[in-house]
């Protein structure tokens, strides 16, 4: 599977493999009482992404969970975010609406936003044989981006999946993705859509 020029659009080859990777997809966010600002957005995207798992799955290709594990003492909480997503909490777990499988997909916690920092992915994508890091989850303005650009740093290409991704307000997914859709790093690091991975 390869990434077409700068049209956004997926081209598949079979040189490369990928794996998908779901970012912060927690009971935290998908199911707190009362919702947050993100909760709504966020569940929209959950059937997109549960289709995807089922092709990936199918195609013996990694499906990877990579969720929030904070301490509450974190030093991110001592700005304005409030504490979320505590390791060992059921409101870190991953949300029951996705399909995630244990034994079959590969959950890794992380205590900062990108799904590379100290959480050995690296070095799991290596042993699979990956060369390519499909990206889902929220939000696309941080935790998504982090790993995205994180995943091109350890010398992974990368696609941000649009409508396997949100953000609050939706304006901040909108304009993130129009600012990758076309960039310096394509095809390195490209914009597509999961109906297009389905067609592979």
Known sequence: MAISGNNGHLNFIREEKPALLIIDMVKDNLEPEPPLPITEAANRITGPINSLVAIFRGRGWPVIFSTDAYQEDDFIFT????????????????TGSLDYRPGT??????????????????????????????????????????????????????????????????????????????????PLLSVGKSTELEQF
């Open 79 to 94: 700005g304005r975010m409030q504490p979320h997503s505590l390791a060992g909490t059921r409101g870190a777990e991953i």
């Open 105 to 186: 997909d590969t959950w890794l916690p992380k205590p900062r936003f990108s799904a590379f920092f100290q959480t050995g992915l690296e070095q799991y994508l290596r042993e699979q044989e990956v060369t390519l890091c499909a990206v889902a989850g929220i939000t696309t303005n941080y935790c998504v981006l982090s790993t995205l650009l994180d995943a091109l740093c350890h010398d992974f290409k990368a696609v941000l999946l649009e409508d396997c991704c949100a953000a609050y307000p939706e304006i901040n997914h909108e304009r993130t993705v129009e600012m990758y859709r076309k960039n310096p790093l394509s």
